[in-house]
């Protein structure tokens, strides 16, 4: 059975950082890419970044050069780094393994397969 459980959320000030973890286990965690979506209330779920089996990274817009993603395959264990936070990131956050090893573009719900339940970020102004 696939458990994927995100920790890290919290309130932060505009301007401050968070670190959100995800773990995920019941699947070989290298053999997928991983990715962090977020739901805005009264907002469609929109994809954030992603991160290949190998490593290599994919951001929206609306993130890059703020939000950094990285894994630990030895841990089973993803993070995103949010630095700069804007009230407009306040959102649950989701981790999710996607279907295959790559990342896929754009981010679609349904190239994700497994999901967490999700961690509350607020940002404040």
């Known amino acids: 059975q696939v458990q994927v459980v995100e920790s890290g959320g919290g309130l932060v000030q505009a301007g401050g950082s968070l670190r959100l973890s995800c773990t995920a286990s019941?699947?070989?965690?290298?053999?997928?890419?991983m990715g962090w979506f977020r739901q805005a209330p009264g907002k469609e779920r929109e994809g954030v970044t992603c991160i290949n089996w190998g490593g290599n990274g994919y951001y929206a817009d609306s993130v890059k050069g703020r939000f950094g993603i990285s894994r630990d395959n030895a841990k089973n264990t993803l993070y995103l780094q949010m630095n700069n936070l804007k009230p407009e990131d306040t959102a649950i956050y989701y981790c999710?393994?996607?279907?295959?090893?790559?990342?896929?573009?754009?981010?679609?719900?349904?190239?994700?397969?497994?999901w967490g339940q999700g961690t509350q970020v607020t940002v404040s102004s």
């Open positions: 019941g699947l070989t965690f290298d053999d997928y890419a």
């Open positions: 999710a393994a996607a279907t295959g090893p790559g990342c896929p573009r754009p981010l679609r719900r349904s190239n994700f397969g497994y």
